[in-house]
């Protein structure tokens, strides 16, 4: 079976890529600015004997990820999942600070692109299909701000759903939102994450192998299961 990633040549994405060739799945690998880390998780999968393919796309551009997926069906195979994992984390800034793009840049990476790779995917797809959406935590926390990273990943649950009720009975639609997460290659990051972690019922940061336990569920379990979120959060969730 085919798994297309968004944003997999890197961090969560390189994980998913990476725990995915692991179960015997071959992956598309989809990058658009860390070419070497994607060839990278490429060669990776390859040595496990799995196959992957590399696709380069912008996903602000809705012509790219057409092209991204013509070449990858044509070239490599009909996908069963897709996972909308690319996203950003802008930089936290007042209301009078967020500039126009600002705003456009975290909607069209962090929701539209969600839209636009669902969209064409459906094109593709074959029964029993699935799409696997990574929003956030802060899709229910109003972190301060943070007003385009809220916006843009809550409104990913309501995304969820709607595709949800369309593409039933033949498809399935799910949301993993995670939390915090900790990445072994990121230190001063890991630094502060220690500092924030006893904030958690669970006292730590998630690994990204515990990610893509929820992204594996929803990528095979029943599709009687369709339109649901998961939280991988460690609790944090019910910390008000």
Not at 24 to 42: L, P
Not at 106 to 115: P, T
Request: proline fraction near 3%; include cysteine; hydrophobic fraction near 40%.
């Amino acid at each position: 079976m085919i798994v297309f990633i968004t944003g997999s040549g890197k961090r969560l994405g390189r994980a998913f890529a990476l725990n995915f060739a692991k179960k015997g799945w071959d992956v598309v690998i989809h990058y658009f600015e860390s070419e070497e880390s994607a060839e990278k998780t490429k060669d990776e999968i390859i040595k496990m004997g799995r196959k992957a393919y590399l696709v380069k796309a912008d996903l602000r551009s809705f012509s790219e990820i057409e092209s991204a997926f013509t070449s990858t069906v044509n070239e490599f195979g009909i996908p069963k999942v897709l996972i909308n994992n690319s996203g950003i984390f802008p930089k936290a800034k007042k209301i009078f600070e967020i500039s126009k793009n600002d705003w456009e840049e975290a909607i069209q990476i962090n929701l539209s692109a969600e839209f636009y790779t669902s969209k064409i995917f459906v094109e593709f797809a074959r029964k029993n299909s699935r799409i696997v959406n990574i929003s956030s935590l802060g899709a229910f926390e109003i972190w301060k701000n943070r007003i385009p990273y809220n916006v843009s990943k809550s409104a990913i649950i309501q995304l969820t759903k709607a595709l949800a009720r369309e593409l039933a009975p033949f498809i399935s639609v799910n949301t993993v939102c995670p939390g915090a997460i900790y990445f072994e290659n990121e230190p001063s990051e890991n630094d502060s994450a220690m500092l924030k972690a006893n904030r958690i019922p669970m006292k730590r940061y998630a690994t990204p192998e515990e990610i893509f336990e929820a992204v594996y569920f929803f990528s095979t379990c029943s599709n009687y299961i369709t339109g649901q979120f998961l939280c991988v959060d460690g609790g944090a969730s019910l910390i008000k």
